[in-house]
């Protein structure tokens, strides 16, 4: 069984940066491809970014290709997402997602996924 918590969130103004960071549990963590997905008000929950269990591959959704990083350190446990020139519209949950298959295709499909920490709010002002 994986745990993940979310931290990183707040409020910054557009334009800003913030860095989200998601702590795993358990000794397989290192050989799960994880994801960051959002959810924006009144919308349904969206793919942000993944990165591949070893880090040599990432994928990111268009809205934030350019502007966020995705990053991961198997040894202390942590997936990060770095998020710089921040939008209004970027307001939202932001969820870690675990898959434990390590699939090489649906990157961006929540239903790949298996583990879902509660997520940590992002606002960002106009």
């Known amino acids: 069984q994986v745990q993940l918590v979310e931290s990183g969130g707040g409020l910054v103004q557009a334009g800003g940066s913030l860095r989200l960071s998601c702590a795993g549990s358990?000794?397989?963590?290192?050989?799960?491809?994880m994801a960051w997905f959002r959810r924006a008000p009144g919308k349904v929950r969206e793919f942000v970014a993944a990165?591949?269990?070893?880090?040599?591959?990432?994928y990111y959704a268009d809205s934030v290709k350019g502007r966020f990083t995705i990053s991961r350190d198997n040894a202390a446990i942590i997936v990060s997402l770095q998020m710089n020139s921040l939008k209004p519209e970027d307001t939202a949950i932001y969820y870690c997602a675990a898959d434990r298959e390590a699939s090489t295709t649906g990157w961006a499909s929540l239903y790949q996924y298996d583990y879902w920490g509660q997520g940590t709010q992002v606002t960002v002002s106009s």
């Open positions: 358990g000794r397989t963590f290192s050989t799960y491809n």
């Open positions: 990165i591949s269990w070893s880090g040599g591959r990432t």
